[in-house]
């Protein structure tokens, strides 16, 4: 599995923003079913009232990628976002990422604040527009399937059947 940046919200300022009441009231539900699935896999999820700007991040997570390490990095920033509700936005928290998957945080840093990433990150937004990606997770099978959204593990066996069958078919 290859991990590609995908920004949500672009119109996000790079400080982040309040999640709006009436978004807010919506993800009652949602919130509700993501923790319930962290939950069943032992993991605890927090539900933040801000909503961070991801660029920064998925920035890092280039030179991550470059260094051999996405996957590591990716993880950590995960967890201290999803399970920790840290601001993945800041730089502390990058570069205690970075820190724990064996990174050089001040490269990290500066490398990404001189916009190496910045070219190589948007030509994937736009790349996975093309590709019709208009949610997170999206997961792209065979080339060919594109599952998008948080979906039950049955979407994924019946693509993956679909998929059988069409090799054997060819």
């Excluded at 995908?6 to 923003?17: C, S």
């Excluded at 604040?113 to 949610?135: H, P, Q, S, W």
Aim: charged content about 30%; hydrophobic content about 35%; proline content about 6%.
């Amino acid at each position: 599995m290859t991990w590609l940046p995908f920004e949500l919200h672009p119109e996000i300022p790079p400080e982040g923003m309040d999640l709006p009441p009436h978004i807010r009231a919506g993800f009652g539900g949602m919130s509700e079913r993501l923790r319930q699935m962290a939950q069943e896999t032992g993991r605890e999820m927090v539900i933040p009232d801000r909503i961070p700007s991801s660029r920064r991040a998925l920035e890092a997570s280039e030179y991550a990628r470059e260094q051999g390490k996405h996957d590591e990095f990716h993880h950590v920033v995960f967890q201290k976002f999803y399970g920790e509700g840290q601001d993945m936005s800041c730089w502390d928290v990058l570069r205690a990422a970075a820190e724990e998957a064996g990174l050089d945080p001040d490269e990290m840093q500066q490398k990404t604040d001189n916009g190496l990433y910045k070219t190589a990150v948007d030509e994937k937004f736009d790349e996975a527009r093309m590709m019709g990606i208009t949610g997170v997770p999206a997961y792209i099978l065979g080339d060919k399937y594109a599952i998008i959204g948080a979906r039950p593990y049955e979407v994924f066996q019946q693509t993956m059947t679909r998929l059988a069958a069409e090799i054997k078919v060819s």
